[in-house]
Structures are given as structure tokens and as C-alpha cells.
């Protein structure tokens, strides 16, 4: 059928890849062992791919939490926000999210690609402009799309750049939205925010930070870059997941502009999606306070960060530009990387492999995250496993 042909080069690349080895797409974790460990493939493995950055998927407190609501309000919703589904535990965790952030509105969404698109779709329309880091998230890309709005890439982290774009819209720039990252998905590199804010005061813009991969992870309190960096009174819009830090599945949207309350009633993704489940509400709102509580959990994570990253720079892999907890060796033919992906699964590690287009520059990245569940001994068989699997490739 012509409808089927536009697949014949995804099943041609597929075809390819398992030729040099296991498809990653079919890689299966069978059985969880720890937050990070589990048996992949029939092989117990170190989880060194995971964005489980506090190691609170197995926590006790989420678990019982989770465990009490599914026992008391059953294993779904059934509905949307706008229909059944909004629960006392949903409305519960947009203050305690309201409160951590310091701000007076959150939307809680169904998932974190689901918070980009409701937000973005029902924020911007025909007739404004948004300005994206050329690096954002497939989910950023995705809601710009279906705003309607008019989108301007400007180039990774330049923010003269953005500066250079801002000024040519003129009067169009009251109507601009900027969307940056706290830390890239893809390098684990932060977004320079002070001078985006900057440039954002000068022209009278809106700014949203996606604090995804961040949150947790970033500012004395855990509030993400935007604390870090000391410019959360800048930041119009904070969007984030519960599927990194938290450990759960959601994600939200928090701001100070009273009309951000009225994105619910206007973003259709949220209207019409199935509203999260109370197990993942209670668990999140345990991991939230875990996070607020425990700010030991980022010393943790930050020393395997710096471990991890040092050790593999000091072996000779090309990183991202600095330290972070995603720690991406680059390559420049996707062959190097897959055998290197592969050889790292014998040796008992399983870490996530990016192949172009995903890729920045059109080389292939092999991914790292650590988490403040690793060892210092398992970081160090990671590195290990670098180091000779590098050798038998």
C-alpha cells in the first residue's frame, strides 16, 4: 500500500543497524534490580542510561504513597481535568508545586511532552513569534508547530544571536516568547539564562525555561537554572516533568501571570488527555518533598557527575562542553558509536545511544546519566566498561 511507502527507509535504516548489532529500540529491561540495576536482554546490567537523577523510582516513601492511593482511589482517573479526572491529589500537587517554585499558578499535564504542547498551543497563536534555541526538546519543537506561531531558531547558546533576531521584529517583539533549557538533553550543557534574561528585559519579551532535566539538579533549593542562576523574577514561564528527578510521569507549567490560570481552559492537549493517575500524583508529591528535604541527594549526584564525567574525559572521549549529570561521548561515524554501544552491553552497561538526525552536527552520542543511586564502584566499572570496550572495538 502507498500509504506504507514512507516507511521503507525507517525499515531500511532499522535493517542497518541490527547488522552491527542488538537493536536498541528492542532493548528490553526485563527486571528491575535496583534504581540502578536490572537484567536487560537476559543480562543483569548497570543502568547508566537512565534520567533518574535523584534514584527515586524505588524510594519507600513514593512507594507507599503511591501504593495508599491506588487502594483508596483506584488505578485511573477515566477522564480529563476538564471531564473526571480532576482529583483532590492533582489540585494538591499544583500548590506544593506552586509553593516550591515560589510562584502563584501551576497546570499540572499528563506528561512532560504533553505540558510543551498545552502550554505552548494555547499561549501562542498566528500572529506571534517564538524564539527557540536551536537545541530544544522534540516536545518544544512539537508545540511551536501547533501553536501556529511563527518560530525563529537562533543558533545554541548565542545569545547575540537572539539578540541579533529579537531586534529585526521591531514592534513584533512585544508578541515574542524565548524558549531555552536549563541542561540539554543531548550534551548536558546549560543554557547561558543570566544573558538571555538579560536580552529578554531589553526587549520586552516573555521567557520560558524548561527546567526538564534540571529540576532537582540545579540551584541551592533544587528549583532548576533559573535559581542557579539568579533570575527566577525574569523567567515568565517554568516548564518541567516529573519523569527525570521526580521518578513518576507528568509534567507542569508554573508562572506568576494570573492569566496562566486560564491555560487550562484553552489548551486543547490538556482538555482532552486523560488525566495522570493517582498513584503517580502521591508518589510525586513524595519525591517533591524528598527533593525540598533532602539536598544531600544533589551532593551525591553531583559527585558521580564529576567522577564520571573526569574519568572518561581523562580516557580520551570528546564530551559535552562541562560537567553535568548527561554525559554524552560524541562521535563522528555512527558505526564507532554502535560498536561501542554494543561492546558496552557485554560488558554488563547499558547506556542510551543517539544516531543522526537526533544528534547535533550529524554525529552520534552515546549518553550517560548519572544518578545519586550509583556508587562510587559502579561509576567505576562504567569507566571501566569505556575503557575496554573502546579497546575491543
Known amino acids: 500500500m502507498a500509504l506504507f511507502d514512507k516507511f521503507r527507509q525507517i525499515a531500511d535504516a532499522r535493517e542497518a543497524l541490527a547488522r552491527l548489532g542488538e537493536d536498541p529500540f528492542r532493548a528490553t529491561i526485563e527486571r528491575i534490580l535496583s534504581p540502578t540495576e536490572a537484567i536487560v536482554n537476559g543480562r543483569p546490567m548497570i543502568l547508566a542510561g537512565t534520567n533518574n537523577y535523584l534514584g527515586l523510582t524505588l524510594d519507600t516513601q513514593c512507594i507507599e504513597a503511591a501504593v495508599r492511593a491506588l487502594r483508596e482511589e483506584g488505578t485511573g482517573t477515566t477522564g480529563s481535568r476538564m471531564a473526571n479526572g480532576s482529583y483532590s491529589g492533582h489540585v494538591a ?62 543558533r545554541h547558546n548565542d545569545v547575540g544571536d537572539l539578540d541579533k533576531r529579537l531586534r529585526r521584529l521591531g514592534e513584533r517583539r512585544a508578541n515574542a516568547l524565548i524558549i531555552v533549557e536549563g541542561i540539554y538533553s543531548t550534551l548536558g550543557d546549560r543554557a547561558p539564562l543570566a544573558e538571555v534574561a538579560a536580552v529578554k528585559q531589553e526587549h520586552g519579551a516573555c521567557l520560558l525555561v524548561d527546567e526538564a532535566h534540571s529540576l532537582g539538579v540545579l540551584g541551592e533549593r533544587g528549583r532548576g537554572l533559573s535559581e542557579e542562576s539568579d533570575v527566577e523574577s525574569s523567567v515568565d514561564f517554568i516548564v518541567g516533568t516529573f519523569s527525570k528527578s521526580l521518578g513518576a510521569t507528568g509534567g507542569f507549567c508554573v508562572s506568576d501571570h494570573p492569566e496562566a490560570e486560564l491555560i487550562r481552559y484553552g489548551s486543547r492537549p490538556y482538555i482532552f488527555t486523560a488525566s495522570p493517575c493517582p498513584a503517580v500524583i502521591a508518589s510525586t508529591r513524595a519525591a517533591l518533598n524528598r527533593l525540598r528535604i533532602e539536598p544531600e541527594l544533589r551532593v551525591l549526584l553531583w559527585n558521580n557527575a564529576r567522577q564520571l564525567y573526569r574519568s572518561l574525559q581523562e580516557m580520551g572521549f570528546r564530551l559535552g562542553p562541562e560537567v553535568s549529570p548527561i554525559v554524552a561521548a560524541r562521535f563522528e561515524q555512527r558505526e564507532e558509536a554502535i560498536g561501542l554501544w554494543n561492546a558496552l552491553l557485554d560488558q554488563g552497561v547499558y547506556v542510551n545511544m543517539i544516531l543522526p538526525p537526533a544528534a547535533p552536527d550529524g554525529g552520534s552520542l552515546l549518553r550517560c546519566s548519572a544518578t545519586a543511586a550509583h556508587t562510587p564502584d559502579q561509576i567505576d566499572r562504567i569507566c571501566k566498561a569505556f575503557a575496554t570496550a573502546r579497546a575491543l572495538t
Do not use: Q
Request: charged letters at 20%; one cysteine or more.
Open 93 to 154: 500537587l499544583e500548590k506544593d508545586l506552586a509553593d516550591f517554585f515560589g510562584r502563584r499558578w501551576c497546570v499540572v499535564f499528563s506528561t512532560g511532552y504533553v505540558a510543551n504542547l498545552g502550554l505552548l498551543s494555547a499561549l501562542t497563536g498566528p500572529g506571534d513569534v517564538i524564539l527557540i534555541d536551536a537545541d530544544c526538546h522534540a516536545s518544544i519543537y512539537d508545540g511551536c508547530r501547533m501553536s501556529g506561531a511563527e518560530v525563529i531558531r537562533f
